[in-house]
């Protein structure tokens, strides 16, 4: 379950990431509230992840507990080309396929596990 939090977590920065890429350099006091509803965390977990994604070095900016907003001043660049791209897919690939046959040994297995 403990990996599965830390995907989650994963997950819901490079949403962060994104949407501060997408929005303009003249938009970037961000409500919690907008950060909860594109990362789809709660509330309450927003400011632990913006903590996160600033100790990672992937953005800098101030948080402001009071108003509930984030300045972002500054966002880690980064670039994909064609070939990361592809590279990035084959990975996927393969490991959509590990857990494809995880999936299946488990549910072999699911009758000998309840029985005992």
């Known amino acids: 379950m403990r990996q599965l939090d830390y995907l989650r977590q994963k997950v819901a920065i490079i949403a962060f990431l994104e949407y501060v890429f997408q929005i303009g350099k003249d938009e970037r006091n961000i409500p919690f509230s907008a950060i909860k509803d594109v990362c789809q965390v709660e509330l309450y977990d927003v400011e632990l992840l913006l903590m996160k994604a600033m100790s990672l070095d992937l953005v800098r900016g101030s948080i402001d507990e009071h108003t509930q907003c984030v300045e972002i001043s500054w966002i880690q660049p980064r670039y994909l080309n064609k070939d990361l791209l592809r590279v990035l897919v084959e990975k996927m690939k393969a490991w959509e396929s590990k ?8 549910e072999g297995q699911a009758e ?3 029985a005992k």
């Not at 857990?99 to 488990?106: A, D, G, L, R, S």
């Open 112 to 114: 000998e596990l309840l």
């Open 99 to 106: 857990v494809e046959q995880m999936v299946f040994q488990i």
